[in-house]
């Protein structure tokens, strides 16, 4: 056998999803890199006029998964467990935790932590700002971008793809949640096309992050003094021992491998965080971080649909900041949002949401008061040591670590982090693409990490070589468009999927098999597998209700109440058993047939041979309040008696609590 035939049989991979996505990646890749101004100003174009147009659609949706996930945590459903009712998390909170936050934001917070509190600070939106408004807006601007939103964009089809992943056993992949929409057709082409969407957009975001993240460690060896230069050559050794390093952890497995390096990297983030509040402003970063938390709080509703429609002069700063975060997050939510659905089994809907939405939430807004007002705060004391260098992004945190004691120490721990950082994004990315591409069917072999893991290598440095970098990063904004119209419709998906669940989970024996006591029991399987007609129906008023109406109307007339049974005939029959009042209603205990429509499912079910029709037909009671009751078809004649009983003792129980008058009140009599 050859080896192209040995790695076929062992491939994972699904040609119907894997093909169209790499055929497409490489496309824009090469358009990319060979004319990388044509592609830049083509692509800048679009992304521009879909900014234009739709950054109303980009800030409803972000605060509608907001909204949306806030209502599931605080009902009912948040109960729901992520897997069998059973099922423990696989992970201690703390690791959880750790793993969430490196897959989510970990590169982003070293390279914007001090570079946008201090881009904001020095070109505020609003003009004609104190310095204090321009310090309070530049923070809550940045916690706007970094905060509950952004987690609410990864929440939302991470929480899609765990419960549809975990509770009703689907494959871990994007279509997963749209089984409530697609069933049966979910292996087929609506399914391949929401899976290669998702695929095209995790691998243009990983691409683009991780080639802004050799630069941003390249920036930190450069500051070191380790190197000094930006070439080529030092970029592309970067890339490479970091993916080989992201590659060996990813054939480790996500449960070693991005575990153990998040937990590090937590403590060392957690080491560097402690030495800048130390080092820096410390009393003044305390009551920063409770007014930022207040003044973000206030204005969360606020800032969740400002679109600027009446200032349209601020228009160009809203694309050019919240719709690219919002853009940027959700390129990223499949990536992220698979990662967070495959460490979060065992959970319940209520912990995941609070725990995806709060605690790394929390943790930026500390982070970015920390880093992001410290470096307000020194460039204010050096008169714009930082704002003089907040054109060059990658420098900022380093030439802010100049500023501060022992800022060299400061800067190799950093590196670390990034370094670290940049190595978890590709492991949980290598994991990730495996999944999507095999549609979630079980471990892939260790070729195929092997091979995404070059492939990301390959388009990274062949973009930065080029200098197409910036037009892939525009290609993933456009691509992030229908991805965040796919999880609108995720979102309905999911809460479809919720209601079933809810309904399934809370379904009661029928009132006629809360009675049985193990007698006749072949006669009562007999009725359970072969469906009702009409004429079983009919059947079942004459010689079961008939007989028992009547004997009920007997013994209430010895007992002096006036009771009385009526049989209407026609093509849906009904009985009822009533008791006349004078200053109460009347009590009524009736029968009808009602038809139900079955699931396609059970119809089409070769192993239930006795269900060929569509509908089946049940006695279903009602009662004199209006109440739709129950199906009695197994009750016996002694059982619907009692049943009949239970429910007249009901009624009169309720009648002599005065409290309840407004329902056990004769009201036509009374207004004659």
Same mark, same amino acid.
Request: hydrophobic share 50%.
């Given at each position: 056998?050859?080896?192209?035939?040995?790695?076929?049989?062992?491939?994972?991979?699904?040609?119907?999803?894997?093909?169209?996505?790499?055929?497409?990646?490489?496309?824009?890749?090469?358009?990319?890199?060979?004319?990388?101004?044509?592609?830049?100003?083509?692509?800048?174009?679009?992304?521009?006029?879909?900014?234009?147009?739709?950054?109303?659609?980009?800030?409803?949706?972000?605060?509608?998964?907001?909204?949306?996930?806030?209502?599931?945590?605080?009902?009912?459903?948040?109960?729901?467990?992520?897997?069998?009712?059973?099922?423990?998390?696989? =992970?201690?909170?703390?690791?959880?935790? %750790?793993?969430?936050?490196? +897959?989510?934001?970990?590169?982003? *917070?070293? !390279? &914007? $932590?001090?570079?946008?509190?201090?881009?904001?600070?020095?070109?505020?939106?609003?003009?004609?700002?104190?310095?204090?408004?321009?310090?309070?807006?530049?923070?809550?601007?940045? =916690?706007?971008?970094?905060?509950?939103? %952004?987690?609410?964009?990864? +929440?939302?089809?991470?929480?899609? *793809?765990? !419960? &549809? $992943?975990?509770?009703?056993?689907?494959?871990?992949?994007?279509?997963?949640?749209?089984?409530?929409?697609?069933?049966?057709?979910?292996?087929?082409?609506?399914?391949?096309?929401?899976?290669?969407?998702?695929?095209?957009?995790?691998?243009?975001?990983?691409?683009?992050?991780?080639?802004?993240?050799?630069?941003?460690?390249?920036?930190?060896?450069?500051?070191?003094?380790?190197?000094?230069?930006?070439?080529?050559?030092?970029?592309?050794?970067?890339?490479?021992?970091?993916?080989?390093?992201?590659?060996?952890?990813?054939?480790?497995?996500?449960?070693?491998?991005?575990?153990?390096?998040?937990?590090?990297?937590?403590?060392?983030?957690?080491?560097?965080?402690?030495?800048?509040?130390?080092?820096?402003?410390?009393?003044?970063?305390?009551?920063?971080?409770?007014?930022?938390?207040?003044?973000?709080?206030?204005?969360?509703?606020?800032?969740?649909?400002?679109?600027?429609?009446?200032?349209?002069?601020?228009?160009?700063?809203?694309?050019?900041?919240?719709?690219?975060?919002?853009?940027?997050?959700?390129?990223?939510?499949?990536?992220?949002?698979?990662?967070?659905?495959?460490?979060?089994?065992?959970?319940?809907?209520?912990?995941?949401?609070?725990?995806?939405?709060?605690?790394?939430?929390?943790?930026?807004?500390?982070?970015?008061?920390?880093?992001?007002?410290?470096?307000?705060?020194?460039?204010?004391?050096?008169?714009?040591?930082?704002?003089?260098?907040?054109?060059?992004?990658?420098?900022?945190?380093?030439?802010?670590?100049?500023?501060?004691?022992?800022?060299?120490?400061?800067?190799?721990?950093?590196?670390?982090?990034?370094?670290?950082?940049?190595?978890?994004?590709?492991?949980?990315?290598?994991?990730?693409?495996?999944?999507?591409?095999?549609?979630?069917?079980?471990?892939?072999?260790?070729?195929?990490?092997?091979?995404?893991?070059?492939?990301?290598?390959?388009?990274?440095?062949?973009?930065?070589?080029?200098?197409?970098?910036?037009?892939?990063?525009?290609?993933?904004?456009?691509?992030?468009?229908?991805?965040?119209?796919?999880?609108?419709?995720?979102?309905?998906?999911?809460?479809?999927?919720?209601?079933?669940?809810?309904?399934?989970?809370?379904?009661?024996?029928?009132?006629?098999?809360?009675?049985?006591?193990?007698?006749?029991?072949?006669?009562?399987?007999?009725?359970?597998?072969?469906?009702?007609?009409?004429?079983?129906?009919?059947?079942?008023?004459?010689?079961?209700?008939?007989?028992?109406?009547?004997?009920?109307?007997?013994?209430?007339?010895?007992?002096?109440?006036?009771?009385?049974?009526?049989?209407?005939?026609?093509?849906?029959?009904?009985?009822?058993?009533?008791?006349?009042?004078?200053?109460?209603?009347?009590?009524?205990?009736?029968?009808?047939?009602?038809?139900?429509?079955?699931?396609?499912?059970?119809?089409?079910?070769?192993?239930?041979?006795?269900?060929?029709?569509?509908?089946?037909?049940?006695?279903?009671?009602?009662?004199?309040?209006?109440?739709?009751?129950?199906?009695?078809?197994?009750?016996?004649?002694?059982?619907?008696?009692?049943?009949?009983?239970?429910?007249?003792?009901?009624?009169?129980?309720?009648?002599?609590?005065?409290?309840?008058?407004?329902?056990?009140?004769?009201?036509?009599?009374?207004?004659?």
């Amino acid at each position: 056998m050859s080896l192209y035939q040995q790695l076929r049989a062992t491939s994972t991979l699904k040609a119907p999803i894997f093909m169209p996505t790499v055929i497409f990646v490489l496309l824009v890749t090469v358009f990319c890199s060979v004319f990388p101004e044509q592609a830049q100003i083509t692509l800048n174009t679009v992304k521009q006029s879909i900014f234009t147009h739709f950054s109303w659609f980009y800030i409803l949706a972000g605060s509608i998964f907001f909204l949306f996930l806030i209502f599931l945590c605080g009902s009912r459903l948040g109960d729901i467990r992520l897997g069998a009712d059973n099922d423990e998390p696989e =992970f201690s909170f703390t690791s959880w935790i %750790a793993m969430l936050f490196a +897959a989510g934001m970990g590169i982003g *917070l070293m !390279y &914007f $932590g001090v570079a946008e509190p201090v881009l904001h600070y020095v070109k505020p939106v609003q003009e004609n700002l104190t310095e204090a408004e321009r310090m309070k807006e530049a923070m809550m601007t940045t =916690f706007y971008h970094w905060g509950i939103h %952004a987690w609410a964009i990864y +929440a939302v089809i991470a929480l899609a *793809l765990a !419960y &549809f $992943g975990f509770r009703y056993k689907l494959p871990l992949t994007v279509r997963s949640g749209f089984y409530p929409l697609l069933k049966n057709n979910l292996s087929g082409f609506w399914g391949h096309l929401i899976d290669i969407v998702a695929l095209c957009s995790t691998i243009f975001g990983l691409t683009t992050t991780l080639g802004y993240g050799a630069m941003q460690v390249n920036a930190g060896f450069n500051n070191l003094g380790l190197i000094d230069s930006n070439s080529f050559v030092v970029l592309a050794v970067i890339m490479i021992v970091s993916m080989m390093l992201a590659v060996i952890s990813a054939i480790s497995g996500v449960g070693k491998g991005v575990k153990i390096l998040s937990e590090t990297n937590l403590v060392l983030g957690g080491l560097l965080l402690i030495f800048v509040i130390i080092a820096g402003p410390t009393l003044w970063l305390f009551s920063g971080l409770t007014e930022n938390l207040g003044y973000y709080f206030s204005s969360l509703l606020e800032l969740s649909f400002r679109t600027f429609a009446y200032e349209p002069e601020h228009q160009s700063w809203l694309s050019g900041w919240t719709i690219l975060y919002w853009s940027w997050w959700a390129s990223w939510a499949p990536f992220v949002g698979m990662f967070i659905a495959k460490i979060s089994k065992g959970r319940t809907i209520r912990e995941f949401i609070l725990g995806v939405l709060f605690v790394p939430s929390l943790f930026n807004i500390l982070w970015m008061t920390s880093f992001g007002g410290s470096a307000i705060w020194i460039d204010q004391q050096t008169h714009g040591a930082l704002a003089a260098i907040s054109d060059n992004t990658e420098a900022l945190l380093f030439g802010f670590f100049d500023q501060l004691p022992f800022g060299q120490i400061a800067s190799v721990i950093a590196l670390l982090v990034i370094s670290i950082f940049f190595i978890t994004s590709a492991d949980s990315g290598i994991f990730v693409l495996n999944n999507m591409a095999s549609q979630g069917s079980g471990k892939a072999p260790k070729w195929q990490s092997v091979f995404w893991g070059a492939l990301l290598a390959v388009l990274g440095l062949s973009l930065l070589y080029s200098g197409g970098l910036a037009s892939l990063q525009s290609m993933t904004l456009i691509i992030a468009l229908p991805f965040m119209a796919i999880m609108l419709v995720l979102c309905f998906g999911l809460w479809k999927g919720l209601m079933v669940d809810t309904q399934y989970s809370s379904k009661k024996f029928t009132q006629g098999s809360v009675l049985w006591t193990g007698e006749n029991w072949k006669e009562r399987l007999e009725k359970i597998v072969n469906p009702t007609d009409r004429k079983d129906i009919r059947r079942f008023l004459n010689q079961i209700a008939r007989p028992a109406f009547n004997d009920l109307v007997k013994e209430f007339l010895e007992h002096g109440l006036n009771a009385q049974m009526n049989f209407i005939d026609g093509k849906n029959p009904k009985i009822e058993f009533e008791v006349v009042n004078e200053n109460l209603r009347n009590f009524l205990y009736g029968i009808r047939l009602q038809s139900r429509q079955l699931s396609d499912l059970v119809v089409d079910d070769d192993n239930l041979p006795n269900l060929e029709e569509s509908k089946i037909y049940e006695p279903i009671t009602y009662f004199f309040d209006g109440r739709e009751g129950y199906d009695v078809q197994y009750m016996t004649q002694e059982e619907l008696i009692v049943d009949v009983l239970k429910q007249y003792e009901r009624f009169m129980n309720l009648a002599m609590d005065k409290s309840h008058n407004l329902m056990t009140a004769d009201v036509e009599n009374m207004a004659e």
